[in-house]
T-cell receptor
């Protein structure tokens, strides 16, 4: 099925380890986003990429880096994982441009635990 | 700044009863508003969206929402709850920040449907 694919689905890291969360979309969307979801806090934007070649910080960027590898792929890297980064991470994509408003298409999430 | 507030982090209804999930928005410009649903261990799915056309918006699975500017509200309703409606629901508003159009989410409402 067309959509947003995230890998891995589950991951356990030790404090200080690094890892990269992968995200790919096949809908030819211009914009891509990384959110984290924590209980009672909804979804908070970590980083986004309005179009290929651009990335910007969101609400909670500290401790993360991103790479927009091409139009399809947008990865999120944790350089030195901390227990506070235990969360569920969602990647999303959307169209961009014009006056038409689109929603987001979300991946199924990566559940990360840092011990 | 644009934001949404969801009133009630948990709502319980009996099967067959009316579902009412509350969302109020804050925006200095005409807002674009969305409702998403998240089933356990899944990503978010778009239920419906308001983009300044009709104020009563119909979505999937029998849900609808009415945009009320005078009350700055966009409440989600369904006339008769089904067991399959049990999920977490998020209201979101589209904001303009930097080079992208982003979604800012409320903190979510967990809907429980009682037999």
């Amino acid at each position: 099925n067309a959509g947003v694919t995230q890998t891995p689905k589950f991951q356990v890291l030790k404090t200080g380890q690094s890892m990269t969360l992968q995200c790919a979309q096949d809908m030819n969307h211009n914009s891509m986003y990384w959110y984290r979801q924590d209980p009672g806090m909804g979804l908070r934007l970590i980083y986004y990429s309005a179009s290929e070649g651009t990335t910007d910080k969101g609400e909670v960027p500290n401790g993360y880096n991103v790479s927009r590898l091409n139009k399809r792929e947008f990865s999120l890297r944790l350089e030195s994982a901390a227990p506070s980064q235990t969360s569920v991470y969602f990647c999303a994509s959307s169209e961009f441009g014009g006056q038409v408003v689109y929603g987001y298409t979300f991946g199924s999430g990566t559940r990360l635990t840092v011990v | 700044a644009q934001s949404v507030t969801q009133l009630g982090s948990h709502v319980s209804v009996s099967e067959g009863a009316l579902v009412l999930l509350r969302c109020n928005y804050s925006s200095s410009v005409p807002p674009y508003l969305f409702w998403y649903v998240q089933y356990p261990n899944q990503g978010l799915q778009l239920l419906l969206k308001y983009t300044s056309a009709a104020t009563l918006v119909k979505g999937i699975n029998g849900f609808e929402a009415e945009f009320k500017k005078s009350e700055t509200s966009f409440h989600l309703t369904k006339p008769s709850a089904h067991m399959s409606d049990a999920a977490e629901y998020f209201c979101a508003v589209r904001v303009y920040s930097g080079s992208a159009r982003q979604l800012t989410f409320g903190s979510g409402t967990q809907l429980t449907v009682l037999p």
